[in-house]
């Protein structure tokens, strides 16, 4: 199917409401039933039926089928968070006594959640430096049961090489999640390419307003209706129709807001990698990237967000920078309308940084829906206040 056709009219029902153009925000608990027998056969399938909106709800139905389409998957769950996504993806994977691989550097809470929660139910997990094929096939135990992947992260952005992963898990009858923020499917299809589990938070890119938390996990039917009826019910992380309608709001605009993301990206990024104080950049597709080929190979396109190692001689300057910009926000999340810089500097003290160590100096930009040379103009504010610090 199309895209423009998924964005537009797919799983939409004008005729049930009245041809309103917008569908409505069905903000009900629960839904009411004229026969015992239609109520119980509502309790034997519930995944099939709307009966309490903690599960199933029209207007998060209606996200719910484009999503799926938008991933070329069977189906799709919506949660009020990506990491509520994550954990109920992974917990419903894996049993007491299972073994777990992860990637090093996941997203902070998908990493404790196998640091740290994971183990208090006897769940342990090997951490792999993911860029290379061999370390999972070194990793893989007989009780390995879940491969975690995020390609690339939002950080520093290391890649895995998605379709050997998949081939190698699948000899293995291992199950494997990916954390496909970064991209959104519209640029990077891991079902497609045969990962399990394709999961974003939709508090990024598919909200794109800086105004809503949510995830999305898309799979088989028979995968989600797993997480269905038991996570997905019991942790109750079921996400709140006017958030569902917020985010088919946010759909509308996705390929558009991804596009101008794309051309700002390139023009910010060929200003940074020239500029005298920036001694590095990483970037997937920038030549510099120690995995560009697989970058230009696996994902269509880089875009958002870029990382830069500023020449600071002390914490000073790092701050005198971030200070310096007066457009550019400091603040985590990424994926709306505003550019933001978040600093490595943040997570380390005065008296830990560490001038030696690159990542103190690491700040990360992302680049929203300002044009590039307003977002220029404003780093060179920054720059220009860390000369003078
Ligand atoms: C923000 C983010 C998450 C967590 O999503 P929430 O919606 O904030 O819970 C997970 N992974 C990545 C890559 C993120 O950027």
Redesign the pocket.
């Known amino acids: 199917m199309q895209l423009s056709e998924i964005i537009n009219s797919l799983g939409e029902e004008r005729e049930h409401y009245f041809n309103a153009m917008t569908p409505p925000i069905m903000q009900t608990s629960n839904f009411a039933f004229n026969t015992v027998a239609d109520l119980r056969q509502a309790f034997a399938n519930e995944y099939g039926s709307y009966l309490y909106s903690r599960g199933i709800n029209p207007t998060v139905d209606i996200l719910r089928k484009k999503l799926a389409a938008l991933d070329n998957a069977e189906d799709c769950l919506v949660?009020n968070?990506?990491?509520?996504?994550?954990t109920a993806c992974v917990m419903a994977n894996l049993n007491a006594g299972d073994h777990a691989i992860a990637i090093n550097n996941?997203?902070?809470?998908?990493k404790k959640l196998f640091a740290e929660t994971l183990p208090r139910f006897g769940i342990q997990t090997t951490f792999i430096n993911g860029t290379d094929i061999n370390n999972y096939l070194n990793a893989i135990q007989p009780n390995t049961k879940l491969i975690y992947l995020?390609s690339p992260?939002?950080f520093t952005y290391e890649l895995q090489p998605l379709a050997e992963v998949a081939q190698l898990a699948k000899q293995h009858n291992i199950v494997t999640i990916i954390?496909n923020?970064?991209c959104t499917p519209l640029y990077q299809q891991p079902i497609s390419i045969g990962i399990d589990i394709s999961?974003?938070?939709?508090?990024?890119y598919i909200s794109g307003h800086s105004d809503v938390?949510?995830?999305v996990a898309c799979g088989s039917k028979a995968m989600m209706q797993k997480i269905f009826d038991n996570e997905y019910n019991t942790m109750g992380n079921c996400i709140m129709p006017f958030n569902a309608w917020l985010l088919l709001r946010g759909l509308r605009t996705l390929p558009i807001r991804l596009k101008h993301i794309i051309e700002t990206s390139a023009a910010v990024v060929a200003y940074l990698e020239q500029h005298p104080i920036v001694e590095r950049i990483l970037f997937p597709t920038h030549p510099s990237f120690p995995q560009q080929a697989l970058a230009l190979r696996q994902m269509k396109v880089a875009f958002g967000l870029v990382t830069f190692v500023l020449k600071a001689n002390n914490l000073q300057q790092v701050e005198a920078f971030c200070e310096g910009l007066q457009h550019i926000a400091m603040a985590?999340?990424?994926?709306g309308h505003e550019s933001l810089i978040m600093p490595k500097a943040a997570f380390t003290t005065h008296t830990e940084f560490d001038a030696n160590n690159e990542q103190h100096r690491m700040i990360r930009l992302y680049m929203g829906l300002e044009t590039a040379d307003y977002i220029i103009n404003d780093l060179e504010r920054g720059f220009a206040a860390m000369q003078k610090s």
């Open positions: 949660f968070s990506g990491d509520a996504a994550i996941p997203y902070t809470w998908a995020e992260n939002s954390d923020t970064y999961i974003q938070s939709a508090s990024k938390v949510a995830g985590v999340s990424w994926g």
